[in-house]
């Protein structure tokens, strides 16, 4: 388990509870503090050896498999569902490649026993970021049809439903099964839907800057100046949005490029090798993540507007 407390795990093991609340029955049967002091040496001991030995770091590590592999089966569950089919797919590929592999070093390569656990996470991110190019297909789109006023012939979900944060740093959200396709983000369709949305901000904003430079009521002014600055700030969320989506299409096709590589190579490679690449891959993966993390106030700010929005509606 990730920086797991290895006295504070072994303390709370059931069959230690048990003794030491034996112990203290017994005195308190005898009325005699010899049972209670032979549990304290019997848990000195105990805590001394039990928490480090390897043994019980065996038990850890098999409860932290059991524990992950229920997390990883709850997500793919939660989430899979949520993609467009095309995601689905190359996801299920994923999952194939990754058994194939499995299946290729199952002769006794012991190296290989780090690299399971490695693949396991980079499928996890696989879906992440799946999931958030959905998620930022599906807002950029409906802002376009918005600030444009020309809706797409596919019916898309409400804004506030694109960003339904779970409270988590992923923000993964869990709307009904995906069954429409969605545009490609390299789809130059999408870059034009992306461009005609920014050119009507920057139009937009030239039209107020030209109202303020007229206007003389300080009311109205501050009204013109509150009214730019929003602009601005939905066309830098807009480029943030529409760069990172350029990011995300890219860093899923270079996971699916990793796990084809070393399918192809996993016997003509060295061990290390091959764990090298898994985890200059991992690097990467890290680095799209903290960029999605910095993202996250933007689209909690864009979820708690158009919650308000609605409400008024």
Same mark, same amino acid.
């Given at each position: 388990?990730?920086?797991?407390?290895?006295?504070?795990?072994?303390?709370?093991?059931?069959?230690?509870?048990?003794?030491?609340?034996?112990? =203290?029955?017994?005195?308190?049967?005898? @009325?005699?503090?010899?049972?209670?002091?032979?549990?304290?040496?019997?848990?000195? =001991?105990?805590?001394?050896?039990?928490?480090?030995?390897?043994?019980?770091?065996? !038990?850890?590590?098999?409860?932290?498999?059991?524990?992950? %592999?229920?997390?990883?089966?709850?997500?793919?569950?939660?989430?899979?569902?949520?993609?467009?089919?095309?995601?689905?797919?190359?996801?299920?590929?994923?999952?194939?490649?990754?058994?194939? !592999?499995?299946?290729?070093?199952?002769?006794?390569?012991?190296?290989?026993?780090?690299?399971?656990?490695?693949?396991?996470?980079?499928?996890?991110?696989? &879906?992440?970021?799946?999931?958030?190019?959905?998620?930022?297909?599906?807002? @950029?789109?409906?802002?376009?049809?918005?600030?444009?006023?020309?809706?797409?012939?596919?019916?898309?979900?409400?804004?506030? /439903?694109?960003?339904?944060?779970?409270?988590?740093?992923?923000?993964?959200?869990?709307?009904?099964?995906?069954?429409?396709?969605?545009?490609?983000?390299?789809?130059?369709?999408?870059?034009?839907?992306?461009?005609?949305?920014?050119?009507?901000?920057?139009?937009?904003?030239?039209?107020?800057?030209?109202? &303020?430079?007229?206007?003389?009521?300080?009311?109205?002014?501050?009204? @013109?100046?509150?009214?730019?600055? !929003? %602009?601005?700030?939905?066309?830098?969320? %807009?480029?943030?949005?529409?760069?990172?989506?350029?990011? $995300?299409?890219?860093? %899923?096709?270079?996971?699916?490029?990793?796990?084809?590589? !070393?399918?192809?190579?996993?016997?003509?490679?060295?061990?290390?090798?091959?764990?090298? /690449?898994? /985890?200059?891959?991992?690097?990467?993966?890290?680095?799209?993540?903290?960029?999605?993390?910095? $993202?996250?106030?933007?689209?909690?700010?864009?979820?708690?507007?158009?919650?308000?929005?609605?409400?008024?509606?």
């Amino acid at each position: 388990m990730p920086n797991v407390n290895r006295y504070r795990e072994a303390f709370k093991e059931k069959y230690n509870m048990i003794g030491m609340a034996g112990f =203290a029955a017994a005195s308190l049967a005898t @009325l005699s503090p010899i049972p209670l002091l032979v549990g304290v040496v019997a848990e000195a =001991a105990y805590m001394l050896f039990w928490p480090d030995s390897s043994y019980y770091s065996r !038990i850890l590590k098999l409860r932290e498999g059991a524990e992950l %592999l229920k997390q990883r089966q709850k997500m793919r569950a939660d989430v899979l569902p949520t993609l467009t089919p095309d995601l689905r797919a190359r996801y299920q590929r994923l999952e194939q490649m990754r058994e194939q !592999i499995n299946a290729q070093t199952a002769e006794g390569q012991q190296w290989f026993s780090e690299a399971p656990r490695k693949f396991d996470y980079l499928l996890d991110k696989f &879906l992440v970021f799946a999931t958030k190019q959905t998620q930022f297909t599906q807002y @950029l789109i409906s802002v376009h049809d918005e600030v444009c006023g020309a809706p797409l012939p596919q019916p898309l979900p409400k804004r506030r /439903d694109v960003f339904a944060l779970d409270g988590g740093k992923s923000g993964i959200s869990t709307p009904p099964v995906n069954t429409a396709p969605a545009l490609d983000p390299t789809d130059p369709k999408m870059q034009k839907l992306i461009d005609e949305t920014q050119q009507k901000y920057t139009r937009d904003q030239q039209e107020v800057t030209d109202q &303020l430079a007229k206007e003389q009521d300080e009311s109205t002014k501050a009204v @013109l100046m509150k009214r730019l600055e !929003i %602009l601005k700030r939905r066309a830098e969320f %807009l480029t943030k949005i529409s760069k990172t989506l350029t990011n $995300l299409s890219h860093q %899923l096709q270079l996971l699916e490029d990793t796990f084809g590589l !070393i399918n192809d190579e996993i016997r003509a490679r060295s061990p290390e090798q091959v764990l090298e /690449d898994i /985890d200059d891959v991992i690097t990467q993966t890290d680095t799209m993540t903290k960029v999605l993390d910095e $993202l996250a106030p933007y689209e909690q700010m864009v979820n708690r507007i158009d919650n308000k929005s609605a409400q008024q509606l």
